[in-house]
């Protein structure tokens, strides 16, 4: 099972986004985005929200919980 750090990595690449556009949407640094991408820090739930509505996928997706997006 994949986790969150790899599928929000893959749903940007899938996208054809820089992690400027998406650290954008959600009001926070580039900086700040890749540490989400690397790990080094916890994604907050409010950007998790945000992601899901987004890529229109469900939290328990990005969160690896299930394979299906919805």
């Known amino acids: 099972m ?3 750090i790899e ?3 893959e749903l940007r ?3 054809d986004l ?3 556009a998406i650290a954008k949407i959600l009001g926070t640094s580039q ?3 890749s540490r989400y991408e ?3 820090n916890e ?3 409010r950007h998790l929200i945000m992601l899901c509505k987004f890529y229109n996928v469900s939290a328990d997706y990005i969160l690896g919980l299930k394979q299906d997006k919805n």
């Open 7 to 9: 599928i929000i990595r």
């Open 13 to 15: 690449e899938d996208n």
């Open 43 to 45: 994604m907050p739930i």
């Open 38 to 40: 690397k790990g080094l």
């Open 31 to 33: 900086q700040m985005y």
């Open 18 to 20: 820089k992690q400027e």
């Open 2 to 4: 994949k986790t969150y």
